[in-house]
């Protein structure tokens, strides 16, 4: 690859990251949005994010066909190829996180309809968290910082308890009043939705910890001694 080449390579790279991080802000505001929705029972905000949803589609097919014609064109390898392979996984992981913000919107359209019932506040909490790790997870990438992507996987557990918790209290309510069954089974599924915006978090830092250190951390597996290594070089 001469060096001409090689600097058109890598400002496509950097497009590609740019791109990255502009999916990701809208996939954030969208979550945000749908439990601002959700909160102040507000239909028109729940629309909007579903209308939406097509900017974050169309990024995704933007970035898929970056990545696949660096891949055809010029055939990275080591840590670029890792970079276009990652950044293939996480745009569909944000496409996935602009779905749930989609779910979350029209759970917020049903829930104006019926009876009122004060979201709990585990679910405000989730949603922050669950933000702030997508936020995290996609600077780590742009950094090439593994430890940070390794830290955005820990904070897993913390949403995953939340989500529990929203299960038992919600489930109180219901068996107190079966009126609130409706309403509290919306809560329940986007409580859901957002602990899989969670698990995409979780998979995006350990797509970071991939590109770094060529090393699958993916369903525990460093934990139990046996992650994968590929050949860790940076050329």
Do not use: W, Y
């Amino acid at each position: 690859m001469s060096v001409d080449t090689h600097r058109h390579f890598h400002d496509e790279l950097s497009q590609v990251k740019v791109r990255l991080l502009t999916m990701s802000g809208e996939a954030e505001a969208a979550l945000g949005s749908a439990v601002q929705a959700l909160l102040e029972r507000d239909t028109e905000l729940a629309r909007h994010v579903i209308r939406n949803d097509r900017t974050i589609d169309a990024l995704e097919v933007e970035i898929e066909e970056q990545c696949i014609q660096l891949l055809a064109l010029q055939q990275p390898m080591a840590r670029d190829l890792r970079m276009l392979t990652s950044a293939l996984k996480i745009a569909n992981d944000l496409e996935r996180v602009g779905d749930h913000a989609v779910n979350i919107a029209q759970s917020a359209e049903r829930l104006s309809q019926s009876r009122p019932i004060v979201p709990e506040p585990e679910i405000v909490e989730m949603a922050s968290l669950a933000r702030e790790m997508l936020s995290d997870a996609l600077e780590a990438f742009v950094r090439g910082d593994a430890a940070a992507g390794r830290e955005v996987c820990l904070r897993d557990d913390k949403v995953d308890n939340l989500h529990r918790s929203v299960f038992r209290i919600l489930l109180t309510h219901m068996m107190e009043n079966p009126q609130n069954i409706s309403a509290a089974m919306e809560l329940f599924l986007v409580s859901r939705n957002l602990e899989r915006v969670a698990d995409l978090a979780t998979n995006v830092g350990e797509d970071v910890v991939f590109l770094v250190e060529g090393k699958s951390i993916k369903h525990h597996a460093e934990d139990r001694g046996d992650a994968r290594m590929v050949a860790p070089s940076s050329h």
